[in-house]
Nanobody, 125 residues
């Protein structure tokens, strides 16, 4: 079992930055690939970024590559999403998710068994 709690969301102007954190409890965090997803009103949940168990490999959706960075600190059981150059279209609820059966992060939502409650990110123009 993995319990996930996101924090760090908020309201920011376009061009600004936010850093999301996802604190995990449970024994399997260090053995789980992790991912960040987002869901805007009226839209499906979509992949944002993923990271392998070790943190050595990262994966990004095309629309955030070069602006966002995912990282993890296995000693602190925490995964981060640094978001820079934010745009109004980045407005969404952001969720972290754990994929305990996989070593590599993936955009395949079906791989993720555990989800946090989400944190709201709002980018004003």
């Amino acid at each position: 079992q993995v319990q996930l709690v996101e924090s760090g969301g908020g309201l920011v102007q376009a061009g600004g930055s936010l850093r999301l954190s996802c604190a995990a409890s449970g024994r399997t965090f260090q053995n789980s690939a992790m991912g960040w997803f987002r869901q805007a009103p009226g839209k499906e949940r979509e992949f944002v970024a993923g990271i392998s168990r070790s943190g050595g490999s990262t994966y990004y959706a095309d629309f955030v590559r070069g602006r966002f960075a995912i990282s993890r600190d296995n000693a602190k059981n925490t995964v981060y999403l640094q978001m820079n150059m934010l745009k109004p279209e980045d407005t969404a609820v952001y969720y972290c998710a754990a994929a305990p059966s996989y070593s590599s992060g993936s955009s395949n939502i079906a791989r993720y068994n555990y989800w946090g409650q989400g944190t709201q990110v709002t980018v004003s123009s």
